[in-house]
Structure formats: structure tokens, C-alpha cells
């Protein structure tokens, strides 16, 4: 095998990959053994054709397509190897010749690792993140807990305001038709939430529990449903029921209710201690964020584009799973919505090619501050892992081979040049 590179322009560059004849023939015959048992050769039982006769009667281009493959799978990992190549996206593969009896050449289109420009890393100035806890976060956090443990109680005498939990009946239509999807029978809403279409929610406002009205929409032009968009609407309604919240007193008896602590004022100072770690640790990371921003900024780099693709597959992907979580499929979603799978891969390229420049600057940080992770902190973050699943150490060792590893020492060395940076930055 040869291996020809062609550096190109935005961090591209082409392999051009020569496989012997023989090693092509060979796949050939691979191919031949996969898929014997499903020719249909006349005179021979299924499976008991030979090659030979075979090729004879058919030619050998109904193999070609399973040789194409194993002998890419067989070649491309070391081509890409040979290359010296930083390599950061799958390949694009053009075959160039593939016949038995001939060399196999083909073209493998790659995107490199772009190299980074650093600014000055040392000494960059951002604004520190506040981390003091005020009368104003201690008090919101109280609203949050009598949220949490409020009770609604129904409301009699009065109509609908602004912030009930009311129970609905109504049905839509549009000329007079009733339409799909526009009718609910004691559905739960919250006025004001913004739920339902502009307009809507404030319509119920004024009107008492029993009584019958109508609610006057225009859907929006951008409505996902796109049959219903732009249209007038009327909607048949009747509240069947008014609730308001009733937040609980904030007094000993709440703070016993909700916590560990008998009085008020004890449940407070640990609130506040609370508030205070979390608001450190939350002021830690916007100083990072802060901090990395400055340096992606002063910073140059030419980010290829299959970089950047396959960082938005990633992350719709992971998207799509938390989705599926919730029992709707990424097609689902698309439809409800009216995204084009283009559409929502451009609501994720802002984020990463973010992320690429994260990494990518950190990573020239590491290099030059000759920043690795030692075999005793790799060693730790196994035992983190193993801690968390409640497994031995050498079982969950099992799971982190060589690649595994390699990948765990380069995230630990970028976290490790986080710190640098903070380290050496000017809080100010």
C-alpha cells in the first residue's frame, strides 16, 4: 500500500491510497464467501458455486461493492496513520479504480487539526463574577421553598385572574369547523404562563367559573402546525374551576416542615451557607467561561468545516436522545416544530464551533505549558468514576482501554489548563 498526501486549502488535505492488486483480489474473494449462499446459479445447489465459475458466468462486478468496503476498512485506518496527519473528521471517500486484477485506488477527502495561533495567555484581565450572597438571594430562595410547598385552594366569588391555576374545557374552530388538536376537557392552565397562543390566556381573565365565553385568535404566520397558520380562530370556553396558591408562613413550623432545623433563623444561616457555595462555584466557572472567551478571541485558528459538522452531529444527537427521553422522536420534534434537520443543525453550529475553539485553544495551552496528566491523577478520576457506579476499581479499568485512557489524560490536561489560566489571570 502507498500512501500519496495533498495538503489543501482551510486545513483540508487528500490522501491518495494504492492497494496492491493481489490484496484487492483478495477481497474480492471475501466477497465472493459473504455472499455465495445468496446467488442463484444455474446447475449448482445455493452456496455450492465456486468462484471461478461464478466470475465465468456473471463477471466479477457484483463483488466489487463488499471488496470496496473491506478493503477500505482494512486500509484506511493505516493510510491514515502513514499520513502523519492530524486527522479530525471522517472521511469522503472517491474511488478512483477498483477492478479485479488492478491496483484498488481511491481518494480519502480529511479534515486536520488546525493549528492555533495563541494570544497572550498570561495575565488576562475579565471582570470577576460576583460572588456575594445578598438579603435579595436569601429571600428569593425562601419564595422558591414556599413555591415548592404551596397549596391551591379553590376560589369562590371572584374571576379568573392573572397567575390562577384554572381548569378549562374548550374547542376550537376555524369558519365554524372545529379542527384537529383544538379541543381539552378540563385541562390545567396557568394564567399567564404564556401556555397557549398570545392572547389567549388574557382573554380568561375577568370571567367566572360556570360561564361560558369565547376566545378571539389569530394563530402566528410561524405556527408550527402549518394548516392552522396565519388562521382566525374562535374557541368555545367554560373555566370549570379556579385555584390560587397558598404559600405557607415562613416561620419555625415551615422551617421544621422542610428541613432539619427547628427554628426559622437556624434554617437561614444554613440556607445562606448553602447560597454561598453555590454561588462560589457558579462565580468559578463564569470566571473560566470569561477567561477562555478572552483567549478564543485573541486567538487565531481556520476551523475546517467537516470540523465543525461532525461536532453538530454530535450535539444533535445528544439532543435528540434527551428528547427521546421524554417519548418524542427527533423526527417528531421536527415536524411539531416545522424544523428542517438544516435548520436545526445551523441552531447548533454557533455552539459548536464554541466548543471546538474551547478545546482547540486549551489544548495549545497544554502544549506549551507542557501541562499533562500523571498516571496518579488519571488513577483518580478512575476511582471518581468507579466510586460513582459503586464498582470495584479494576472492573471499571476493564472498561478504559488504551484509547479510553488517552482520551481521559487529554481531558484531564485540558481541565488542567482551565486552572492555569485562572491561576495566572487578573480578577479584577
Known amino acids: 500500500m502507498s500512501v500519496e498526501v495533498q495538503k489543501l486549502e482551510k486545513n483540508m488535505a487528500k490522501l491518495t491510497v ?7 483480489d483478495k477481497a474480492i474473494a471475501d466477497s465472493f464467501k459473504k455472499n455465495k449462499n445468496r446467488f442463484n446459479v444455474p446447475g449448482f445447489r445455493k452456496g455450492h458455486v465456486t468462484q471461478e465459475v461464478f466470475e465465468k458466468m456473471y463477471g466479477s462486478d457484483n463483488l466489487i461493492p463488499d471488496a470496496i468496503d473491506f478493503s477500505l476498512d482494512a486500509t484506511y485506518p493505516g493510510a491514515a496513520k502513514e499520513s502523519g496527519l492530524e486527522i479530525v473528521s471522517r472521511p469522503q471517500i472517491n474511488i478512483k479504480n477498483a477492478k479485479k486484477g488492478e491496483d484498488f485506488v481511491y481518494e480519502a477527502l480529511i479534515a486536520v487539526r488546525p493549528e492555533v495561533t495563541l494570544g497572550e495567555y498570561k495575565g488576562i484581565e475579565v471582570a470577576k ?13 425562601l419564595k422558591s421553598e414556599q413555591e415548592k410547598n404551596a397549596r391551591l385552594i379553590t376560589v369562590e366569588g371572584r374571576p379568573v385572574e392573572k397567575g390562577d391555576n384554572i381548569s378549562l374545557d374548550f374547542e376550537g374552530s376555524i369558519d365554524g369547523v372545529p379542527f384537529n388538536g383544538g379541543k381539552g376537557e378540563d385541562y390545567p392552565l396557568v394564567i399567564g404562563s404564556g401556555a397557549f397562543i398570545p392572547g389567549f390566556e388574557d382573554q380568561i381573565i375577568g370571567h367566572n367559573a360556570g360561564e361560558d365565553f369565547n376566545v378571539n385568535i389569530t394563530f402566528p404566520e410561524n405556527y408550527q402546525m402549518k394548516d392552522l397558520a396565519g388562521k382566525a380562530a374562535v374557541f368555545a370556553c367554560k373555566v370549570k374551576e379556579i385555584r390560587k396558591k397558598e404559600l405557607p408562613e415562613l416561620d419555625d413550623d415551615f422551617a421544621g416542615e422542610i428541613s432539619e432545623f427547628e427554628t426559622m433563623a437556624e434554617y437561614k444561616e444554613d440556607l445562606k451557607k448553602q447560597l454561598a457555595e453555590a454561588k462560589a462555584k457558579r462565580a468559578a466557572t463564569e470566571n473560566e467561561n470569561a477567561i477562555v472567551d478572552k483567549l478564543i478571541e485573541t486567538s487565531t485558528m481556520d476551523i475546517p468545516d467537516p470540523m465543525i459538522d461532525a461536532q453538530v452531529e454530535g450535539l444533535v444527537a445528544d439532543y435528540g436522545r434527551r428528547m427521546q427521553s421524554q417519548g418524542i422522536s ?3 420534534y421536527l415536524q411539531i416544530t416545522g424544523m428542517t434537520r438544516e435548520d436545526l443543525n445551523n441552531q447548533f453550529k454557533p455552539q459548536a464551533l464554541k466548543q471546538i475553539k474551547t478545546r482547540l485553544v486549551l489544548e495549545e495551552v497544554a502544549k506549551a505549558e507542557n501541562i499533562t496528566a500523571t498516571e496518579a491523577e488519571i488513577e483518580e478520576e478512575l476511582q471518581k468514576i468507579a466510586d460513582s457506579y459503586k464498582m470495584e476499581l479494576d472492573k471499571i479499568k476493564g472498561f478504559f482501554g488504551e484509547n479510553e485512557r488517552k482520551q481521559m489524560s487529554e481531558d484531564l490536561a485540558v481541565q488542567k489548563a482551565i486552572d492555569f489560566l485562572v491561576e495566572n489571570a487578573k480578577l479584577v
Do not use: M
Open 129 to 141: 463574577a460576583d460572588e456575594v450572597v445578598n438579603d435579595d438571594d436569601i429571600a428569593s430562595a
Open 18 to 24: 494504492t492497494v496492491e492488486a493481489k490484496e484487492f
Open 330 to 332: 427527533l423526527d417528531q
